[in-house]
């Protein structure tokens, strides 16, 4: 699912009910602020997260770290990440991770 540039603030709750989902792109959408904590418990198919671009997004909520189907997760020039859950190292299918601009981290 692609909501690439797009002016959303937070990610509604139906969300959910796309547990089958294998891409969900949010790069370029500047004012994402947070994310739910859903997406690690209910998105349980999900392969790869980009969220390039998402320049107000502080950080990654927590059950995102148990997530053993991520492959990629594309961090890059989300500058007001300051830190990153310990739990990303139990990420055993992640092949890449972008972190590149995310200075304060």
Known sequence: MSLQTSNIQKLLN?????????????????YLEQLPNFIGSKLVQLQEFHLSGCSKLESLPDGIGGMLTFQHLSMKDCVKVQKLLTSIGEMSNLHKFDLLGCLNV
């Open 14 to 30: 139906d969300l959910v009910n796309y547990s089958h989902l294998h891409v969900l792109d949010l790069a370029g959408c500047q």
